[in-house]
């Protein structure tokens, strides 16, 4: 199995090729995780209007721990976002989801490479184990935040609740499998392979908590 390398943000090849842009570098990133269809793309809309979706979505990355990264992964998705908070919140729960997807198949393939050391072996079996865990509470938040309506009050209280309490525990889960390779003896290629990966789910799936914060705030 041969290991590619990573980009700037620890996530895919394309960085080996200098001459794509930051977007070209994202829009190829999301390709290869088959981000799904659940995340639409209208038809092109006038400038002014996506220059003001595009103010909302980096206006709202603004207060998340990773901006930066917020607005590169959402930045592509503005016509479908518009100026929704909730729209926002799904979206970023949706690219969670899917990275998560990708990361945990990722991590499972690398329990069939060869010339693991037994602790290597437990390490990323208990890896794959928690980002299996994460990909299961993100996917049950996207469907909770999709399903839940218009509900206000206390039904709407309780549905977000929920959001923000498997999002939050999907966090500890991708926290969880990177600190398993902790300790010298797990230095080099399989720990460096998935520890990128594995951060940058960890950092939008931050994001897309903090968005879902702000959602939930202002109802």
């Given at each position: 199995?041969?290991?590619?390398?990573?980009?700037?943000?620890?996530?895919?090849?394309?960085?080996?090729?200098?001459?794509?842009?930051?977007?070209?570098?994202?829009?190829?990133?999301?390709?290869?995780?088959?981000?799904?269809?659940?995340?639409?793309?209208?038809?092109?809309?006038?400038?002014?209007?996506?220059?003001?979706?595009?103010?909302?979505?980096?206006?709202?990355?603004?207060?998340?721990?990773?901006?930066?990264?917020?607005?590169?992964?959402?930045?592509?998705?503005?016509?479908?976002?518009?100026?929704?908070?909730?729209?926002?919140?799904?979206?970023?729960?949706?690219?969670?989801?899917?990275?998560?997807?990708?990361?945990?198949?990722?991590?499972?393939?690398?329990?069939?490479?060869?010339?693991?050391?037994?602790?290597?072996?437990?390490?990323?079996?208990?890896?794959?184990?928690?980002?299996?865990?994460?990909v299961d509470r993100l996917s049950k938040s996207v469907k909770e935040l999709k399903h839940?309506?218009?509900?206000?009050?206390?039904?709407?209280?309780?549905?977000?609740?929920?959001?923000?309490?498997?999002?939050?525990?999907?966090?500890?889960?991708?926290?969880?499998?990177?600190?398993?390779?902790?300790?010298?003896?797990?230095?080099?290629?399989?720990?460096?392979?998935?520890?990128?990966?594995?951060?940058?789910?960890?950092?939008v799936t931050s994001n897309a908590l903090s968005l879902v914060n702000q959602f939930a705030?202002?109802?």
């Open positions: 199995m041969r290991l590619l390398p990573l980009s700037r943000d620890g996530y895919g090849p394309c960085s080996a090729i200098l001459t794509i842009s930051n977007a070209s570098c994202e829009k190829h990133n999301n390709s290869r995780l088959g981000l799904r269809s659940q995340i639409s793309k209208p038809p092109p809309e006038p400038k002014w209007q996506s220059s003001r979706a595009s103010n909302f979505i980096k206006s709202s990355c603004s207060t998340t721990k990773y901006p930066a990264l917020c607005i590169q992964s959402l930045a592509a998705f503005a016509p479908s976002i518009q100026q929704s908070p909730r729209q926002l919140a799904q979206t970023a729960l949706s690219v969670s989801l899917d990275r998560a997807r990708a990361t945990q198949a990722f991590v499972s393939k690398m329990k069939k490479f060869k010339g693991l050391k037994k602790r290597e072996y437990e390490a990323i079996n208990d890896c794959s184990e928690e980002m299996n865990e994460g839940m309506g218009q509900a206000n009050g206390q039904d709407f209280l309780w549905h977000i609740s929920n959001v923000e309490t498997w999002v939050s525990a999907a966090l500890t889960d991708e926290n969880t499998c990177f600190d398993g390779f902790a300790g010298k003896g797990l230095d080099g290629k399989v720990k460096a392979s998935i520890r990128g990966r594995v951060i940058n789910v960890a950092q705030s202002k109802q």
